[in-house]
């Protein structure tokens, strides 16, 4: 079920609401993570019911995983003990595997037949939905089980943070111990007009932003980065911006509507992102940008692999293999290792200048840096091949002219207004984080503004497309 | 903050039920039988919305089917008028055209059908129905109802209908009676509506050839022909009159098929079509196809051209001008019996359009090398 569709918003969400409050003020108040829980498995199983059966193994997998981390007695050496190390490390091996299995088995078959030779056949698997996003937040668990934190074991809180229908589909990446506290606070944990009125306003906006936004410059992206022709200056600079601005209004707009959902149930979620466009610099961007992702490939990739403890070259490598993590994690595809291998380099050379370097870059040109850096990653990260990614960097380059060319599917100026219009909103208007901040001066402006952006997206979900992270 | 929550909800439910109200009581896509606002003020601009509804709540004399060509030649730009429905698709399919036919067999009024028959809906790539299309032509009320009352594309268009009716606009071809009378489609003609593929520059030109329909991938289907013979057999048994014509196709298409190897596949599928229906081949290297002007683009006819044809098809006389002359005698009756010499007078005629290099051959050619890179020699043998 997508957030941006009508059985959502006007079907499981306004029944979710009613369910829950009713059972939350009721005698029977202690059903309500019940109802959450069969809500949210109705929820993921909307999409495809098959998958929903991999998804109860993976809890209860990961339920009794915790349950052998915390047995005391098969650890006598001390709970740092080899044993208990190598059973954390068991557990996220089959958490790995699962998604190694259906997300990457055909890409590394594929990869060793092209290279050696063999003849395996592909599977062709259907992604589970959500895979990228509940193994790592499994993994999340089993690390906080491992660290004995606060209310592990708890079966009912432990299925309701990973089911959770707000961040279950495309995150925010959040942890155990970030939501665990907040299930488990009667005084927040029910429905209240303090959690609803921000609530419904944080998605509206979010929704606002990928049904009016996202998608608008959904459709000048795939003809120039899908078709045949080799795309002139202006088609590879307009469909790379769009690009830009779809999957940030996209996926910014995801978030914020998960955030929104999550605050409706009383449930405060991580930000993830900053507007992360404004950054002048790669480091400042990885903080703004999935922000949820950024800190667990830093807490449980980066930091495992010896962070910036052991030596700067060791640093930069440290750097660049997480980023190889990051870009794979994204998608079964070289294109996205390239792109996080870039990601990679770009935040060594950030880290180098602000060690070496005799002094700070001016902000614009930091900024013109930063941006042109996010921009020629994402001809790889939306390029099917490297041929086309090849093909749309050398029109980025004015290798292939500078015409405004006749195709269908050719970038017009018209577009570039939209591309114009899309900049300035990134850069100069305030984020949501912001608005949400602001003195709304009555009651009636606030209600105000959110009808016009809750009717104007309401009134655009015909047909919805997918978010842009529903593939990872 | 609970002030605000009420606030908030009863903004946001008053807003919806208001635009719902409005986009009922206008009901601009004719899904149901309410005429608060007349229907001779409707446009049809988006028929794979409109189309499948008008089907349910018309109850028209003539249904008019086929694609983009029919529904763009054959303007009716209300959609029903005087007895006539275009419930022509842009790139309708057969699957799509046997469910309007379910559809249409329900009215009682219905006498006649008249088909612009298609040899793209035999090729085996354009298979299936359009997913929303045959949605609403199965009667899907879930987008039924968001079709047709939460849509900002229905707010859009019962705005501007209307607008229409408060300032009693309606065009001049929207005014006039179906069949389009004859002194009325010879001032069409002496002065078509823009664009039209005479006044297009070399560039938008070769743009218009480049995107023309896929000719070298096609695979005739002798399935998808078993299926159109169902279709003619189903409109027999209800005893209507099917009245089928083969559409004008611009010398620039003709020569897309001929130049990737389908020139043989689109002679064959005539000559199948004749063993099971009489119908009138408009298509063909003939005065419309070299007629530039008598298209809106590289694919469409002029509406000119298709109210000459519907008069023809109907009987009428024939307007007194050149260019409805020349639409008229460009018209081929084929049957069973003379399907041979018609075909042997197309194939003379492809003869001698293409004995020497043309506009449209060179255009055509290289508009396939950018397409597929160079093709050594056509195979016209060649069958998938």
Redesign the interface.
């Known amino acids: 079920m997508l957030f941006n569709s009508?059985p959502f918003i006007l079907g499981f969400l306004p029944l979710m609401l009613l369910v829950y409050g009713a059972l939350a003020e009721s005698r029977w108040c202690g059903a309500t993570p019940f109802a959450l829980i069969v809500g949210s498995l109705l929820f993921y199983g909307w999409w495809n019911w098959h998958y929903l059966f991999l998804f109860l193994f993976s809890i209860a997998f990961n339920y009794l995983w915790g349950k052998v981390l915390a047995y005391k007695q098969a650890y006598p050496e001390g709970a740092q003990s080899l044993r208990r190390r190598m059973a954390l490390g068991a557990g996220i091996i089959v958490n790995v595997a699962l998604l190694g299995y259906f997300k990457y088995r055909d890409f590394l078959v594929g990869s060793f037949d092209g290279a050696m030779g063999f003849s395996w056949p592909l599977l062709h698997l259907e992604l589970p939905l959500a895979i990228s996003f509940f193994s790592f937040e499994q993994i999340t668990y089993l690390m906080s089980c491992y660290r004995e934190e606060e209310g592990t074991g708890d079966f009912v809180s432990y299925a309701m943070f990973i089911t959770f229908f707000p961040h279950l589909i495309a995150g925010p990446i959040v942890r155990y111990h970030q939501i665990y506290p907040q299930f488990n606070r009667r005084s927040e944990f029910r429905l209240?007009?303090?959690n609803?009125?921000p609530g419904?306003?944080i998605f509206a906006i979010g929704l606002f932003k990928k049904v009016i936004l996202a998608d608008t410059f959904r459709d000048s992206v795939g003809p120039v980065f899908e078709a045949h022709f080799l795309p002139s200056f202006p088609d590879a600079w307009g469909a790379t911006l769009a690009f830009a601005l779809q999957v940030y209004f996209d996926f910014s707009g995801y978030s914020d509507m998960a955030i929104g959902l999550a605050r409706m149930f009383g449930v405060r979620f991580p930000e993830n992102f900053d507007s992360p466009y404004k950054c002048t610099n790669m480091v400042e961007y990885w903080h703004r940008w999935h922000i949820t992702l950024s800190y667990f490939l830093r807490d449980y990739v980066y930091i495992p692999l010896g962070g910036n403890r052991k030596g700067e070259l060791r640093q930069h490598l440290n750097l660049f293999l997480t980023m190889l993590v990051g870009g794979l994690w994204h998608g079964a595809n070289w294109t996205f290792v390239v792109w996080g291998g870039m990601q990679g380099i770009a935040l060594s050379v950030n880290h180098s200048w602000r060690r070496h370097g005799n002094r700070r870059l001016p902000a614009l040109t930091g900024w013109a840096l930063t941006f042109g850096v996010t921009l020629f990653g994402y001809v790889f990260f939306r390029s099917a091949t490297f041929t086309r990614a090849w093909e749309i960097v050398r029109g980025m380059l004015g290798a292939n002219g500078f015409a405004w060319r006749?195709?269908?599917g050719s970038f017009t100026r018209e577009k570039y207004h939209d591309i114009v219009l899309g900049m300035l909103v990134v850069l100069f208007c305030p984020n949501r984080q912001t608005i949400m901040q602001w003195d709304w001066m009555s009651?009636?402006v606030?209600?105000?503004a959110?009808?016009v952006l809750?009717?104007?997206s309401?009134?655009?979900?015909?047909?919805p497309p997918a978010f842009v992270y529903f593939q990872f | 903050?609970?002030?605000?929550?009420r606030?908030?909800m009863?903004?946001?439910v008053a807003?919806?039920a208001a635009?719902i109200a409005f986009n009922v009581a206008v009901n601009p896509w004719g899904a149901w039988r309410i005429h608060l606002v007349s229907a001779k003020y409707r446009r049809v601009n988006l028929e794979r919305i409109v189309t499948p509804y008008l089907l349910r709540t018309s109850s028209p004399t003539t249904l008019v089917l086929g694609s983009s060509r029919v529904l763009y030649g054959i303007k009716i730009e209300q959609g029903v008028k005087d007895g006539f429905q275009n419930a022509a698709m842009s790139g309708s399919r057969l699957q799509e055209i046997s469910k309007e036919l379910d559809i249409a067999l329900r009215n009682p009024r219905l006498k006649r059908v008249i088909w612009g028959v298609e040899f793209y809906t035999i090729d085996g790539y354009v298979d299936g129905c359009n997913p929303?299309t045959c949605a609403r032509l199965d009667g899907d009320w879930?987008i039924t109802l968001?079709?047709n009352i939460?849509?900002?594309?229905t707010?859009v268009a019962s705005y501007r209908m209307v607008l229409r009716a408060l300032m009693g606009k309606v065009s001049k071809a929207a005014a006039m009676p179906v069949p389009w009378p004859a002194p009325f489609i010879c001032a069409m003609f002496a002065q078509p509506d823009p664009p039209t593929l005479a006044g297009m520059d070399a560039?938008?030109r070769?743009?218009e050839v480049?995107?023309l329909p896929e000719y070298r991938q096609f695979d005739y289907s002798p399935r998808l022909f078993a299926s159109f013979v169902d279709i003619v057999d189903r409109i027999r048994s209800a005893h209507l009159e099917l009245i089928a014509f083969v559409p004008p196709v611009n010398q620039f298409e003709l020569e897309m098929m001929r130049q990737t190897g389908r020139w043989p596949d689109f002679q064959r599928w005539k000559r199948e079509l004749a063993q099971h229906i009489s119908y009138t081949d408009f298509s063909g290297y003939n005065g419309i196809a070299r007629s530039d002007r008598m298209f809106i683009d590289a694919w469409h006819m002029e509406p000119a051209v298709g109210a000459t044809i519907m008069r023809k098809l109907l009987g009428d006389s024939i307007p007194d001008c050149a260019d409805a002359a020349v639409v008229s005698d460009s018209g081929l009756a084929v049957t069973s019996q003379n399907v041979e010499q018609v075909l042997a007078l197309q194939e003379q005629r492809k003869d001698e359009a293409t004995a020497s290099p043309n506009v449209y051959s060179t255009t055509v050619a290289a508009a396939i090398v950018k397409r597929y890179g160079p093709i050594a020699q056509p195979n016209l043998s060649a069958r998938r």
């Open positions: 009508y209240s007009a303090d609803l009125v419904l306003m006749a195709e269908f009651d009636y606030y209600a105000a959110f009808v809750a009717v104007v309401v009134l655009n979900l015909a047909n | 903050m609970a002030r605000r929550l606030l908030m009863f903004g946001f807003a919806m635009v929303d879930g968001t079709d939460m849509s900002s594309d707010l560039a938008r070769f743009r480049s995107e």
